[in-house]
């Protein structure tokens, strides 16, 4: 069973920047979309960034612009750069594929990230 293990989170001032990492115990993202969603207290985690096979990005409305997708197959590991970050964007951040479905209902522990003055 491939393992997700998501850091770089923290607490950040409004239109501050971090950069998330998953690191993957396998090449599962060499052969699938990778993903990240966020979860809210209440909601339902929401895809907000993937990145195919080719390196095509895409982005849900509220991030377009703000947040970039990468990866690196050597390493097995998939970035979320997110800069001008607002408080709305505060919730945990998870990776996984895309649909998340191909790991059978798998989460790694995510990482929060907190935007507050």
């Known amino acids: 069973q491939v393992q997700l293990v998501e850091s770089g989170g923290g607490l950040v001032q409004p239109g501050g920047s971090l950069r998330l990492s998953c690191a993957a115990s396998?090449?599962?993202?060499?052969?699938?979309?990778a993903g990240w969603y966020r979860q809210t207290p209440g909601n339902q985690r929401a895809l907000v960034a993937r990145?195919?096979?080719?390196?095509?990005?895409a982005y849900a409305d509220s991030v377009k612009g703000r947040f970039t997708v990468s990866r690196d197959f050597a390493k097995n590991t998939v970035y979320l750069q997110m800069d001008s970050l607002k408080p709305e964007d505060t919730a945990v951040y998870y990776c996984?594929?895309?649909?998340?479905?191909?790991?059978?209902?798998?989460w790694g522990q995510g990482t929060q990230v907190t935007v507050s003055s």
């Open positions: 996984n594929t895309v649909p998340y479905t191909t790991l059978k209902g798998y």
């Open positions: 990145i195919t096979l080719d390196d095509i990005t």
């Open positions: 396998g090449p599962i993202f060499r052969f699938n979309v």
